[in-house]
Each structure stands twice: as C-alpha cells, then as structure tokens.
C-alpha cells in the first residue's frame, strides 16, 4: 500500500491572507488534495480535483460564479490524469475512485477515467442529482458526470472506526480503505480513511478548510470561514464533525489528518512520502504496469 499526494487544482481567490493566512500578494492559494493509493488490487484515487474536460470547456461545465469567485487556474498541469501519468501510469489503470463528495473542484476529473467505478454515498448522489437551490445548481455538475457508467453508492452500515460510523470493505478495494461519513458541508460528504504501513491518514475532505481549524484552539481564516457558511447544507452537523475531527487530530496517535483545499498540509504530506516517492520513481514505467507491481511495493 502506497499513497500518492496529488495536487489536482488550483484555485487563487483575491485577498491573500485572508484566504490561506499565508500569502503576501493579493491572492490566496488554494489547491485540490487528491489521493492516488497503490493497492495489492490495482490503483484507485480519492477524489479528483479537476479534469481535463474542465480545462477544456469551463464554461459549459463549471459556473461561472465559482470560476470567477474561487479564480479556478484552468491547467492541464492541475489534473488527475496529469498527476497520474507523471508517475507512468495510465487512466486506464485507476479501476476505482473514492469521492468525499460531488461538488465541481472534487468530482470534474471523473470522466478522464472511464474504466473505474465511482464510490461515493448514497445521499450525496441523491442530492448532486436534486439540485435543490441556488447554491446546489452551482456546485453539483451533471456535466462533470454524466458520462460515467460505473457506479456504486454506499450507505453507513453500523461500523466504526475511532468512534465515528464507517463503510469498510467498499466492492473491489481492500478493507484498509474506508469511507467516514462527515456530513454538514453536503448531505452526503464522507471522509475517506486509509491505513498504511505509517499509520492512518484520513482525507477529511471539505469537512474543514485550514490546518489551524484542527488546533486545540481553533482559528479559521476570514475567507475561508466565510466559504464554508455559503457553502454548507447543514451547520450544526459540520460544526459537530469539525469537533470530533479536532478531538481525533489531538488525541490520537498514529492518524493523520488531512483536508482538500490546504496547501501547507498538502506540502508537509509530500515530504514525508518523499522517500517513497523517490523509490518508486526508481522503477521503470514499463514495469509499472505489469500485474502486481503494487504487491511489489507494498
Ligand atoms: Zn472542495
């Protein structure tokens, strides 16, 4: 089991610091953390930023309100498909995709994937599907998703993992890969927890949006704070998930735990799997592809 970090976005809304807490310049930085996860069953991801249909066609994909508020850098560079052939795969290797949610900066890679099936909760899809308000016609995309042909929705079924309900063995991935329903920021948000050889790393998704908020005591930026107030469905439920994410961060040993839009937790993240990294950037991308190759690399 080997865990990828990829950086799937980019987004520079005006105002610096008041977005990230670190930019000197008038625009903050934010990016899409996604997931490539080496398995003894193939590659899967979690979560897929943006794809290259969005770079392509913002306009017929995207709403223009979040590509001019959020400032979306349309980049090839800033892709799944992108990240995932820099390290000499293909898209016909990812076999499924894990998704926290369906809103546009999580889910517009999905179509650059044709063979893999999609995992995501059943309530988030019934709600990507209704798009019910000015808010949800905005965020949930048909167009990112319509042409995906394999699906499989979850519900949470009674188990647990650290306290928190869980879906674990999810059809054709391995049981150290769960979903971790997380709701508030959508109906249907979920985390995603993955434990390797390191320990537990849990993709919290849109739970929260700034390292700081997973503080003892927590501080959220202004802008941040405010994006997340327009963009839940369900405040006590975020603020509750926040909460118990926080507690977990702080008393538990041996999890690490992540958010989608951070760029400092995505860069501490990428140095610690450097070594990794670098090992299995030693291998040829001929070999790569051979069956097992992950069972090599576990
Ligand atoms: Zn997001």
Same mark, same amino acid.
């Given at each position: 089991?080997?865990?990828?970090?990829?950086?799937?976005?980019?987004?520079?809304?005006?105002?610096?610091?008041?977005?990230?807490?670190?930019?000197?310049?008038?625009?903050?930085?934010?990016?899409?953390?996604?997931?490539?996860?080496?398995?003894?069953?193939?590659?899967?991801?979690?979560?897929?930023?943006?794809?290259?249909?969005?770079?392509?066609?913002?306009? $017929?994909?995207?709403?223009?309100?979040?590509?001019?508020?959020?400032?979306?850098?349309?980049?090839?560079?800033?892709?799944?498909?992108?990240?995932? $052939?820099?390290?000499?795969?293909?898209?016909?290797?990812?076999?499924?995709?894990?998704?926290?949610?369906?809103?546009?900066?999580?889910?517009?890679?999905?179509?650059?994937?044709?063979?893999?099936?999609?995992?995501?909760?059943?309530? $988030?899809?019934?709600?990507?599907?209704?798009?019910?308000?000015?808010?949800?016609?905005?965020?949930?995309?048909?167009?990112?998703?319509?042409?995906?042909?394999?699906?499989?929705?979850?519900?949470?079924?009674?188990?647990?993992?650290?306290?928190?309900?869980?879906?674990?063995?999810?059809?054709?991935?391995?049981?150290?890969?769960?979903?971790?329903?997380?709701?508030?920021?959508?109906?249907?948000?979920?985390?995603?927890?993955?434990?390797?050889?390191?320990?537990?790393?849990?993709?919290?998704?849109?739970?929260?949006?700034?390292?700081?908020?997973?503080?003892?005591?927590?501080?959220?930026?202004?802008?941040?704070?405010?994006?997340?107030?327009?963009? $839940?469905?369900?405040?006590?439920?975020?603020?509750?998930?926040?909460?118990?994410?926080?507690?977990?961060?702080?008393?538990?040993?041996?999890?690490?735990?992540?958010?989608?839009?951070?760029?400092?937790?995505?860069?501490?993240?990428?140095?610690?799997?450097?070594?990794?990294?670098?090992?299995?950037?030693?291998?040829?991308?001929?070999?790569?592809?051979?069956?097992?190759?992950?069972?090599?690399?576990?």
């Amino acid at each position: 089991m080997h865990v990828h970090h990829l950086n799937c976005g980019c987004m520079c809304p005006w105002g610096g610091r008041l977005w990230d807490g670190a930019s000197s310049g008038l625009m903050g930085r934010l990016i899409c953390h996604c997931l490539l996860v080496e398995t003894n069953q193939g590659l899967v991801l979690i979560d897929t930023g943006f794809g290259t249909r969005d770079v392509a066609a913002p306009y $017929e994909r995207l709403s223009p309100l979040f590509v001019h508020m959020n400032r979306i850098q349309l980049d090839w560079r800033f892709t799944a498909l992108a990240e995932v $052939e820099a390290r000499g795969f293909s898209a016909r290797d990812i076999r499924h995709i894990v998704l926290t949610h369906l809103d546009f900066d999580h889910a517009g890679g999905l179509e650059d994937f044709p063979e893999a099936t999609i995992h995501v909760m059943q309530n $988030e899809v019934d709600a990507a599907r209704s798009r019910d308000g000015f808010i949800a016609r905005r965020r949930y995309r048909p167009e990112q998703w319509d042409d995906v042909r394999h699906w499989h929705f979850h519900s949470a079924g009674g188990e647990r993992w650290f306290g928190f309900e869980a879906v674990r063995d999810l059809p054709g991935l391995p049981p150290e890969i769960l979903m971790i329903p997380l709701p508030g920021h959508t109906a249907g948000h979920a985390g995603v927890a993955i434990e390797t050889p390191q320990g537990w790393l849990l993709n919290a998704g849109d739970a929260y949006f700034h390292r700081y908020e997973m503080n003892r005591h927590p501080h959220c930026t202004p802008g941040l704070a405010a994006y997340q107030r327009l963009m $839940e469905v369900d405040r006590e439920e975020r603020l509750y998930n926040q909460d118990r994410l926080r507690e977990l961060a702080n008393r538990r040993r041996g999890v690490r735990i992540f958010c989608s839009h951070d760029p400092i937790e995505y860069e501490a993240l990428v140095q610690l799997s450097a070594p990794a990294r670098e090992e299995s950037a030693a291998v040829p991308a001929s070999r790569r592809h051979e069956a097992g190759y992950a069972a090599h690399v576990s």
